[in-house]
């Protein structure tokens, strides 16, 4: 089984990136949100793993403000 | 890789803010209702922050320096003109909220239950970034 890691990189004006390996499905969600905490979300993005569960292998952009 | 996601760091926690002002060398102090910064001169000032790093640790002719938390929960730096010049500036607040982000991630992790299993600082043109790792149970 693929461990799941997260990578957690805070640049040098504090911002940080969030990356999530070996999660599939609605887990990445969970995981994103609770690394995000008060912070405003800039860029999401899935790739294939997530959506192996789901058949859909579109890769999703979301640029939103909170 | 199976999610990615980009945040700007919104500072409000307190203790986070004044842990991360610690570990820069200042002595923060923390006033639950506010208190006027100090200018240079020893005037009071009509702004009013809610932790403040007093103009003593600072340049001789600093003034406080405050961060103020708003009616949204967040903490917003309240700095002079002088003293952004002389160095507190973007790139000083920059590292203020690097600190902050670096604690407030570790204090999450740990309380959702993700293992820490490493940090590294990785030296850029623009400056150290911090790069921390978990794993998920």
Redesign the interface.
């Known amino acids: 089984m693929q461990q799941k890691t997260i990578t957690v990189v805070i640049d040098q004006n504090g911002n940080s990136s969030v990356d999530l390996e070996g999660f599939a499905g609605q887990g990445c969600d969970k995981v994103l949100k609770d690394f995000q905490g008060d912070d405003r979300a800039r860029v999401q993005r899935k790739k294939a793993a997530f959506y192996t569960k789901t058949g859909d292998s579109r890769d999703q952009h979301l640029k939103s403000g909170q | 890789?199976?999610?990615?996601?980009?945040?700007?760091?919104?500072m409000?926690?307190e203790r986070l803010l004044v842990e991360g002002l610690t570990a820069m060398g200042y002595r923060a102090e923390v006033h639950a209702d506010g208190d006027a910064l100090v200018g240079y001169h020893g005037d009071v000032r009509h702004e009013k922050a809610h932790v403040i790093i007093r103009r003593a640790q600072l340049d001789s002719a600093s003034n406080d320096i405050g961060f103020a938390r708003g009616a949204d929960?967040?903490f917003r730096a309240l700095l002079s003109e002088y003293d952004r010049s002389i160095g507190y500036n973007?790139?000083w607040?920059?590292?203020?909220?690097?600190?902050?982000?670096?604690r407030?991630?570790l204090a999450?992790?740990k309380s959702?239950g993700?293992i820490f299993?490493g940090k590294e600082v990785?030296q850029?043109p623009?400056?150290?970034?911090?790069?921390?790792?978990?794993?998920?149970r």
Not at chain 2, 95 to 102: D, I, P
Not at chain 2, 126 to 136: D, T, Y
Request: net charge positive.
């Open positions: 890789m199976s999610a990615y996601g980009e945040f700007e760091t919104i409000c926690e929960g967040r973007d790139q607040l920059g590292k203020v909220h690097q600190h902050y982000k670096e407030q991630t999450v992790a959702k993700y299993r990785i850029t623009n400056g150290p970034q911090i790069r921390l790792q978990f794993v998920a």
